[in-house]
């Protein structure tokens, strides 16, 4: 018996194929439908942790499912349906391989990209004197090659995309465009609730009808950083850390136990009190986001909670 998804083998009907990612495993079935099963796993420095957090797959995946039914007027999206809080099931696109990267705050990536002395971020020169997490004029697009597995993303500016033939001048424009609306009506979200958009990325491909449709997740913790809205001000003027909303907060207790996935570092021992503070976290995270109450769907056996939720799936 489990309460955390850890791993899942399912054999659907009219099953393809199956793909594994750090958090997702993701089963193509025929007629172009994918089941994306959101399990338990928590990741950093591109690393799989060794222990599952408990209810953090029902997070993501209902926070990504809001977002995406608050803003399919902007674009079609992949979403189909949720028959389990850990599962969306939607049709199938081939992916565009890059990341579109909005920043809003000079945070992060862009940030240490700046303090290095470094000014034209993918196309996007950077004014001088400013501070991290200093927010930009506008928004910014920097977007980033998506990797093969083991490999990091990397920044490419609108013309090299364009010279490698990744996508066309015009579809660019257009995944450029829609960004920046999603990450409008993002921060829209967001600062109903208290909260500041700071950076997020939007994954796009094309359905069987060749139209462009936003997929994957957005505006989750896990693809997104936040600010707090009612701190930022003061923390920024006197020049201090800002309180996030995100996984970081996971990311700085592995550094503060010795691991940021490098070589011949060792994951720190995930304790019951961790893993349960990391899971209180993300309900948080939630809560925060949705401005709801999460409700925890108690289940003695997640997968067999599965299986009986998409019945009409399985053999």
């Known amino acids: ?18 793909y594994v990612g750090k958090v997702r495993d993701v089963y193509e079935l025929k007629n172009d439908i994918l ?4 399990s338990d796993r928590i990741s950093a420095f591109d690393v799989v942790m060794p222990k599952g957090i408990k209810s ?14 608050m803003t399919n007027d902007i674009i079609d999206n992949w979403l189909i349906d949720s028959p389990d809080p850990n599962v969306s099931v939607g049709k199938k696109c081939d992916p565009i391989k890059i990341e579109m990267v909005v920043r809003g705050f000079l945070s992060g990536h862009s940030y240490r990209f700046y303090d290095s002395g470094q000014r034209n971020l993918c196309g996007n020169i950077l004014p001088e004197n400013m501070k991290e997490n200093d927010k930009f004029k506008s928004p910014i697009v920097t977007p980033a090659t998506k990797a093969e597995k083991g490999f990091h993303d990397e ?3 609108p013309k090299s995309i364009i010279e490698k033939n990744i996508i066309d001048k015009n579809d660019y ?3 450029h465009e829609k960004s920046l609306e999603l990450f409008k009506r993002g921060t829209e979200l967001a600062s109903k609730n208290g909260l500041i958009l700071v950076d997020t990325k939007y994954e796009f491909g094309y359905d069987s009808n060749g139209n462009i449709n ?7 913790p896990d ?18 850390k800002q309180k996030q909303l995100s996984k970081e907060f996971f990311r700085e207790w592995l550094i503060k ?41 108690n289940s003695d056996n997640i997968i067999e909670r599965i299986n009986n939720n998409l019945k009409e799936f399985i053999i």
Request: hydrophobic residues 40%.
């Open 1 to 18: 018996m489990s309460q955390v998804l850890i791993d899942s083998n399912f054999n659907f009907r009219n099953q393809i194929s199956k």
């Open 223 to 240: 693809s997104s950083r936040y600010f707090y809205k009612d701190s930022y001000d003061d923390l920024q003027i006197k020049g201090e």
């Open 257 to 297: 136990n010795g691991f940021q996935g490098k070589n011949n570092q060792i994951i720190p021992e995930m304790t019951d009190d961790v893993v349960e503070m990391v899971s209180a976290r993300y309900i948080e995270l939630y809560e925060q986001l949705t401005g709801k109450k999460f409700k925890i769907i």
């Open 35 to 38: 089941v994306m099963i959101v």
């Open 56 to 69: 953090k797959g029902q997070v993501l995946n209902q926070i990504a499912i809001e977002m995406l039914n």
């Open 155 to 157: 920044d490419i500016s």
């Open 214 to 220: 936003l997929i994957d997740e957005i505006h989750t």
């Open 173 to 175: 424009e257009y995944l």
